[in-house]
Structures are given as structure tokens and as C-alpha cells.
């Protein structure tokens, strides 16, 4: 069976491949490969055709506004009132012209990047008090194979540097540095260095028949899924929220709709 020469070896892959800047493996780092990959076939998880998963951009659709008339006791008729929309549900994708840097995909190369809650959703788009977030809800349109790098339980931090780690568990904490990689935020300061490790081991992932990846979220109780093919889900049903409080509360905005099909 294939086994990690260290626990350390994702730090250690990741620190190398971000100073040589290179998707190119040899030697000790190809061995690492082998082996993720190798121990990432039990870790396979599935998304089923019909599953629900969420996607949240900031703001609301510019420019479009519904008015609705409402019955006004002091007046004779009806009032028009304006209502904020969500943003179109095109917009809820990636927009495929115009694709940064992200911590699974290269520049240029657009991936669906969902959550399994609505609200982990929201937050991690980081919005302000007295925000508009757009939210959409995804359809799976058919039974995918994802990566699951939260399967394991075990954190890199329980093993303080130095300390050495039992061979039963390396593979364990290998995983767990992993999920972290995934699941570290994404910044405006970012170096776009910083997302070379985790690039490099979606690419692989793809190549070796897996349709995405489930890791961890930093800021809420749901899990991150990232889709490599953007035409495997659909938007379902867009809605738009408000940031009431910084817990974070939201309160449902004035305006959804269904997608028509």
C-alpha cells in the first residue's frame, strides 16, 4: 500500500512548487502525487442527480427594480413601490471572460465554487451590515464524483513541528493539510503563488475522473464544493437577502424568483 514519506509532506509540496512556480513533478514530489492520489480513491464522495447546493454573489441587479402596487389606507388607490432583485441568474455563474486567480482554478479557467448551507454561502462572500446578497440555488443535473478532503478528522495542529507523528496517522494528517490548503480564505493580497499547491492538486484531481472537490469552510457550518464543469449544475431559484446583524442575521430581501425552464 502507498504510504506518505512524512506528515509534513503537503507543507513541504507546497513550499516547493510555490517557489518554483511549476505544475512539472519529479522524483520526491511525484511520489507524493502517486500517493494522494492513490489514498484519494477511499475519500470518494458523491453528489446525486437533484441535489440542492447554494451559490451567494454580492449585491443586487443594477438597474432592475420591480414596482408593486400596495393598498394605502390614507390614499384612494394603490402606492407603486420599488423592490430590489437579485441579481440576474446568469450572473450567478462564473462569468467565463473574465476569471481571476482562485484557490482552485488557474486565471483564466472557470470552476463552480457552491456550498452545502445557504448561509455558509452568504458569508463567505463577507458582507457588510446593510448588504444585499444575491443567492442562488443550484440543481445537480447529474451523479457526480468529488474529492472529499474533510473526511478526516484529524488536524495538523495537533502534532506541534517537531513532534513526531505515528506512521498510522501520517496519511490522516497528510489529508488534513489539505482541507486546510482548500479551505484557507482567499484575500485581495493574496500572492497568486499561494494558490499554485492547491491548483496543482485540482488539476490532478480532474485528471484522475473526479468531478470536484468537498473541503471545509472557514466561516460557516457548511462544506465547500467546487465543480470543474460548469454545465453539470443549474440555477434553480434565485433570492435576495439583506445583513441585518454582524452574527451574521439576514433578513429576506423584497424580491425572488424561480428560474423558468
Known sequence: MAEF??????????????????????????????????????????????????????????????????????SDGLESVEKAHPHHWERMKPRTDKVCEGRVNPKGVPYLYLSTERDTAMIEVRPVIGAYVSVARFVILKDLSLVDCVSDTRRPTIYPIGTPVPRDEQEEVVWGSVNQAFSKLVTRCDDVADYVPTQILAKKFREAGFDGIKYGSKRGNGKSIVLFDLTVADVDRCDLYQVEAFNPRFLKGMYSYNVPK
Open 5 to 74: 514519506e512524512s506528515s509534513h509532506d503537503f507543507r513541504d509540496f507546497a513550499d516547493f512548487v510555490k517557489k518554483a512556480s511549476t505544475y512539472v513533478l519529479d522524483g520526491k514530489w511525484q511520489h507524493f502525487m502517486d500517493v494522494l492520489l492513490e489514498t484519494s480513491k477511499k475519500r470518494r464522495t458523491s453528489l446525486s442527480k437533484g441535489d440542492s447546493l447554494w451559490r451567494a454573489q454580492l449585491g443586487e441587479e443594477e438597474g432592475h427594480h420591480r414596482t408593486d402596487g400596495i393598498e394605502d389606507e390614507r
